[in-house]
């Protein structure tokens, strides 16, 4: 769910063409539930492959992914989760139980000929399998993109390949990214971004964002460690925040006192385990040694996958592999369609 610091960090409404030619780096499975939670049905249901598993989220990935590739010259490092941080396994659960909720109030709403109600529950419902994740290796594999397991959080692996200097920013629409310390955070990311508000029934579209992290902090008057502490108070996916304070609130009390430690209790009473969750962010488990090079697009494996497979169109395929087949040339690379489709 991410930390909400939204009323606090200065955005700078961005084009899209403003960042062509430049690297990113993604939480995947984010990705993957913004895309499973769009790409629907009218009654909320997902698109499927005719054994019944669940595409929607390849259509995210092969149709709008490539389309920032290959239309606004943008390349993309996907970091996908790993084993998540023990002070995590709270939110998770919670999220499970929010899901699971939200599923039966789905299924009623579907019975009783609910769609508009169908389809805001289905969003609020959305799961990601380890069936997703490997499909979507599969199908960034075959089209060359790099990605990257993590050792743990996505967001932390992303915010140190921009350290790095590997990637231009983190895209993606959680300001945790910054806790971790990206110099740079570009928040919807897409050609038409969207955000889907349950409690409202309709989608809201939002234009790109830059955030820069320096400028960001200089402005507030407060260092990234005391930008971690008012996210503590606000609260984390790591821990509940304080009863009654918001990210405005908690940065008068931040700049005031100083850190966390240095409030009074007579003021409010800090989060039992802040000391654990500011290592978390100061200092996560990352891999320092990976690889962000393009593979090159396998035509086979593409066809086969998507085509063979998943039952995606040949026409919704040729277009993809056309698609593909300009942004590697433009790379310098090239490849035989027609013989994959004889």
């Known amino acids: 769910m991410g930390v909400n610091l939204t009323p606090i960090i200065m955005r700078k409404p961005m084009s899209l063409e403003s960042f062509s030619g430049m690297s990113f780096a993604v939480d995947a499975n984010q990705m993957l539930y913004q895309f499973l939670a769009l790409i629907r049905k009218p009654d909320g249901t997902f698109f499927t492959d005719p054994k019944g598993n669940v595409t929607s989220h390849l259509?995210?990935?092969?149709?709008?992914?490539?389309?920032?590739?290959?239309?606004?010259?943008?390349?993309?490092?996907?970091?996908?989760?790993?084993?998540?941080?023990?002070?995590?396994?709270?939110?998770?659960?919670?999220?499970r139980m929010r899901r699971e909720k939200a599923l039966a109030e789905w299924r009623l709403a579907l019975k009783e000929g609910r769609l508009a109600e169908a389809f805001s529950k289905a969003v609020s419902s959305t799961r990601l399998t380890n069936a997703m994740v490997e499909d979507t290796k599969t199908l960034l594999f075959a089209m060359g993109f790099p990605f990257i397991e993590a050792p743990s959080d996505a967001e932390a692996q992303a915010a140190l390949i921009v350290q790095k200097g590997d990637a231009y920013a983190v895209a993606g629409r959680d300001y945790d990214t910054l806790l971790y310390g990206s110099p740079r955070l570009v928040r919807n990311l897409a050609v038409r971004s969207t955000e889907f508000l349950p409690s409202k029934g309709y989608s809201k579209v939002l234009k790109p964002e830059l955030i820069e992290m320096e400028e960001a902090l200089s402005r507030l008057g407060i260092t990234r460690e005391q930008?971690?502490?008012?996210?503590?108070?606000?609260?984390?996916?790591?821990?509940?925040?304080?009863?009654?304070?918001?990210?405005?609130?908690?940065l008068q009390l931040i700049k005031k006192h100083g850190r966390i430690e240095n409030i009074p209790r007579s003021i409010l009473k800090p989060p039992d385990n802040y000391e654990e969750v500011r290592r978390v962010?100061?200092?996560?488990?990352?891999?320092?040694?990976?690889?962000?090079?393009?593979?090159?697009?396998?035509?086979?494996?593409?066809?086969?996958?998507?085509?063979?497979?998943?039952?995606?169109?040949?026409?919704?395929?040729?277009?993809?592999?056309?698609?593909?087949?300009?942004?590697?040339?433009?790379?310098?690379?090239?490849?035989?369609?027609?013989?994959?489709?004889?």
């Open 59 to 95: 259509i995210g990935f092969a149709f709008r992914i490539t389309r920032l590739v290959c239309d606004y010259n943008m390349r993309f490092i996907f970091v996908f989760d790993g084993k998540p941080p023990l002070l995590k396994l709270r939110e998770l659960d919670e999220r």
């Open 281 to 342: 962010f100061l200092h996560p488990e990352v891999k320092e040694r990976y690889d962000v090079k393009h593979t090159g697009l396998d035509e086979e494996r593409l066809v086969r996958f998507l085509y063979v497979e998943k039952g995606f169109s040949k026409e919704r395929v040729v277009k993809l592999i056309e698609r593909l087949r300009r942004f590697y040339r433009s790379i310098g690379e090239d490849a035989d369609l027609k013989r994959w489709l004889q």
């Open 227 to 250: 930008l971690i502490d008012i996210a503590m108070l606000v609260g984390t996916d790591f821990n509940e925040g304080v009863k009654g304070i918001g990210p405005k609130k908690a």
